[in-house]
């Protein structure tokens, strides 16, 4: 006879067990409380850089879910049949999934750029590059300074226009007058006399390649066998060329350095700046990990790049070279180089070379190279590296910025000495981009942000509006920026705030490249199209 008590309790017990298996355990839920908060204080609670935030936001998930998954399969609900099911369903997706798709790199924001594998990779599907050329004289002598946008951010590697606008940017008065496809890379253009030079690649060639800025017909190509590519940096060279006189500089990611003639691409003269340091481009990538990025500077009869050196040293900060014939004239400095360029500043009456080193900031002497003075400035060529542009406030005074949370600071020189006006980490947080000086205000992408600020104080104004980690060049009294997804906008900035006056969608995908404005065509590239608008401006 059974016991209909005892019966009852087994049932009970029974049920509770089945209730105890749950799909979802009580202490689930206490882990994705704790995830979440943990990703809100990253996300907005910590002055930290935003691509590092989203990195931990992504690691943070995948824990949960890791978490999660370990419980299901050890002592879930489920029997063994269909967690068998459930695991080789999972890995199959995952596998399909990883089979279709190819990772091209990362954004500014370390979020993956991928296309699907049948679509091929964009530089290695064009033509090669002599089959484009359409012959035509080319003279790259300026005619007239001002129309001239010769190398990177213009004449004085600060992103500022002196221009007057005739009417407001509108559909119809921003006129496309050509677009076309171009090699990988994040060149900008250097542009004297109605052409412009950049660098792209095409496949295993690098070119430095000379386009008619009124037709987009490119005139000249130099070609050389090279592929540099990584996966958070990309495809392609980084610097921009210089045109100086008649001829280009350029300096690709693995330090190789040429003199080109503006008229052909002729090759006049070539250095190896990793020789001068006894490096190989095998060390140089251990130190330097998304390729040189610096663009020459070309004064008076010297070429001017940073140089760097091994892992350990010894290091040198700058070469310079007789600009003519390519033979060495001065070294200096004993610092590792960043991503940054060095730019001629005058300092207290005096011409120096200023550059961002990978830890510091530094002023040399321009007819010898000796270092003058350096302010500690933290930073690392392979993780949290110096890229921005440095600039002169007043006679003595140097604005640097970056990002990977650290922002922005002004300091004073004094001779041999420098003192820090201020330091904040919550401004300016450049990364990628450069800030401009305005009257007085700071204008720059803080980790992808539109901001304003006080240059007296380095307090915030305003930051408004994510436009990710693109471009933005002041042109008169309009900020023209370009989102890193591509679109355009014109910006009247305000004392609050900002206004669109108007915008575009330019390009597509990642756009890391500087806008060139060469009289008024604006130029934009990216890593596989180029594109250049007429604008309403007089200068």
């Not at 496309?176 to 950049?198: D, K, M, N, P, Q």
């Not at 060495?328 to 080193?357: K, Y």
Request: overall charge negative; proline content about 4%; charged content about 20%.
């Amino acid at each position: 006879m059974i016991d209909s008590g005892n019966a009852q309790s087994a049932d009970d017990i029974h049920q509770v067990g089945r209730q105890s298996q749950t799909f979802l355990p009580r202490w689930s839920l206490l882990l994705v409380a704790l995830a979440v908060v943990v990703i809100v204080l990253f996300q907005k609670g910590t002055p930290v850089d935003q691509a590092l935030a989203n990195a931990f936001t992504i690691l943070t998930v995948i824990a949960t879910l890791g978490v999660y998954g370990i419980w299901f399969f050890w002592r879930g609900p489920a029997g063994v049949g269909l967690k068998r099911l459930v695991l080789r369903g999972g890995l199959a997706c995952i596998l399909l999934c990883f089979s279709l798709i190819r990772i091209n790199g990362v954004t500014g924001q370390l979020l993956f750029d991928w296309s699907w594998r049948w679509e091929g990779v964009a530089d290695e599907n064009l033509s090669g590059i002599m089959g484009e050329i359409i012959p035509g004289d080319v003279d790259l002598n300026s005619v007239t300074d001002r129309l001239d946008y010769p190398g990177f951010l213009g004449r004085d590697r600060h992103p500022f226009v002196e221009a007057e606008w005739t009417v407001a940017p509108s559909l119809g008065k921003v006129k496309e007058l050509w677009r076309r496809e171009i090699g990988a890379g994040w060149s900008a253009f250097a542009s004297v006399a109605g052409f412009g030079v950049t660098m792209e690649q095409r496949g295993k060639q690098e070119i430095v390649s000379c386009y008619d800025l009124d037709s987009g017909e490119i005139r000249w190509a130099h070609v050389r066998e090279f592929r540099h590519e990584t996966l958070l940096g990309g495809v392609g060279p980084r610097a921009t060329p210089t045109v100086f006189k008649g001829q280009v500089y350029t300096l690709g990611p693995d330090g190789k350095l040429m003199c080109l003639a503006g008229e052909t691409g002729e090759l006049l003269w070539q250095q190896d700046v990793l020789a001068y340091v006894d490096s190989s481009p095998e060390q140089d990538s251990a130190v330097v990990s998304w390729g040189r990025s610096s663009s020459p500077l070309v004064v008076d009869d010297l070429v001017i790049v940073p140089a760097g050196g091994p892992q350990g040293g010894p290091f040198v900060s700058l070469l310079a070279f007789n600009r003519k014939v390519g033979d060495l004239v001065w070294q200096g400095g004993a610092e590792q180089i960043s991503f940054a360029s060095p730019t001629l500043l005058m300092i207290n009456g005096e011409r120096q070379i200023v550059v961002v080193n990978e830890s510091s900031v530094a002023g040399h002497e321009l007819n010898t190279g000796k270092q003058i003075w350096k302010q500690p400035w933290d930073g690392s060529s392979t993780s949290s590296a110096n890229n921005s542009q440095p600039f002169l406030v007043g006679k003595n005074q140097v604005f640097v910025a970056k990002g990977y949370g650290q922002g922005a600071m002004l300091f004073t020189i004094d001779g041999e000495k420098t003192s820090e006006v201020w330091r904040s980490p919550s401004v300016a947080r450049t990364k990628y981009t450069n800030a401009v000086l305005v009257d007085g205000k700071i204008y720059s992408l803080s980790d992808g942000i539109l901001e304003c600020a006080d240059l007296r104080t380095g307090e915030r104004i305003w930051k408004k509006g994510r436009f990710n980690h693109g471009q933005l060049l002041m042109v008169g009294d309009l900020i023209l920026v370009q989102s890193e997804e591509g679109e355009l906008h014109f910006i009247r900035p305000k004392e609050n705030g900002f206004e669109t006056v108007y915008q575009v969608q330019a390009l597509e995908d990642r756009c890391w490249a500087t806008m060139t404005l060469y009289d008024n065509k604006l130029i934009l590239r990216n890593s596989e199209e180029v594109v250049c608008y007429q604008v309403p401006i007089v200068r």
